[in-house]
């Protein structure tokens, strides 16, 4: 039980860190600016919605990407924890990354699939983390994930709901530096996934 509850905290910590609600918000708020409310709850409603969709299906399938393309566990962990720590790393120089890189784009509701499920809900290091988690667990475990990134997509989905009431309240600086602590821990967890896989591959 215990380490079911140690599991449910660190996977929910890393898909806090990785999906960042409060620093996403800034580009949903940026994406989203002149439209009505209508439009900014359904690109939001619909952004969520697909960016759970998208994860959960990676983490079901995940392990039958890796039997197809032949993929060790060792070898996605490292390529993982390395993507990873770079998307930190950026966050930490107050760049935006380049996995999550942006273009202006027209407001319509388009914009709910691409630039906000794929790739700011749904990129590549939210799906990286999500199929770590699952590589070699059990069922209940790979349940736990599922539910805990649907939480998570409904804190999201939450956070955007409020988005301009709490920018008003908090202030674009406080935001920025949360955004830092959020790179810090995903630098972390990239170097933690990081060595796991060198342990796992020399058998330490």
Request: proline residues 2%.
């Amino acid at each position: 039980m215990d380490n079911l509850i140690t599991f449910s905290i660190t996977v929910f910590t890393a898909f806090f860190a990785i999906t960042n609600p409060i620093s996403n918000m800034t580009v949903f708020l940026s994406l989203t600016q002149g439209a009505d409310k209508k439009t900014k709850h359904d690109i939001n409603k619909r952004a969520n919605m697909i960016a759970f969709v998208i994860v959960t299906l990676f983490i079901i399938l995940g392990k039958y990407i890796f039997e197809l393309f032949n993929i060790s566990i060792p070898a996605f962990k490292i390529t993982g924890g390395i993507l990873i720590f770079y998307i930190g790393f950026e966050m930490l120089q107050s760049k935006v990354s380049d996995v999550k890189n942006l273009k202006k784009v027209d407001i319509d509701e388009n914009i709910a699939v691409s630039p906000l499920a794929i790739p700011i809900l749904a990129g590549p290091g939210t799906i990286v983390t999500a199929m770590n988690f699952v590589a070699n667990a059990a069922a209940l475990q790979i349940f736990l994930v599922i539910a805990i990134f649907g939480s998570m997509s409904l804190l999201t989905y939450f956070t955007f709901r409020i988005s301009d009431l709490i920018v008003r309240i908090v202030g674009n600086n406080v935001i920025s530096v949360i955004g830092k602590i959020m790179g810090l821990i995903i630098a972390i967890i990239g170097t933690g996934m990081i060595i796991q896989g060198i342990k796992i591959s020399f058998d330490i």
